[in-house]
């Protein structure tokens, strides 16, 4: 059986049938999840959407906390973390990234509409890998920022354990590997703190093109 996975809604465009089904997951409306696990003061970003473990919705409350913390890969919501280590590295957003080969996805064989060579400012990047899903522009991200890559992914990491996300790991800045895991708990948490940066607010609750 296939582990759980969980989904923003805004990058369920990007994924097959197949592998929705597959994810044995239900999208709510994230204020009515922040609630089921009893954070009904967050700030989110309008409309926006997870997905949960079809098991943290079922049985007594004990089964629900229990469900809340188990840990899953979760896919493309690590792009909300890619997002905000973008942005917290103050690199000039109107800086030209350029596609490489090394973004190219050859462990899944992902589509994308970003050919080798495709030029365009971080500010694009960082809206079509929200809007989008785009998996070449969330490791052109990573690739472009100081030290490349794997700082990149070192800095997610640093950023989840300083917002208190004691289970959640990253391997990757696309959501590709997964050993990006986390809980339903830590992704709540995570979605409040994307939701304090404005750029993120407006690319992850605007319908993709």
Partial sequence: ?????????????????SEISASFCVVLNTQRFLSSIGSTTAVVPTGASIGVPVSAMKGSMADQAKAANEVSPIASLTKLMTAMVTLDSGRPLDELLAVDMEDFDFLKGSRSRLHLGTQLPRREM???ALMSSENRAASALARHHPGGTDAFVAAMNAKARALGLARTRFDDPTGLSPRNVSTATDLAAMVR???????????STTPSA
């Fill in 1 to 17: 059986m296939k582990p759980t996975v969980f989904t923003p809604v805004f990058c369920m465009c990007a994924m097959s049938a």
């Fill in 126 to 128: 960082l809206r079509l």
């Fill in 193 to 203: 703190a994307a939701a304090q940066y404005r750029l993120i607010r407006e690319y």
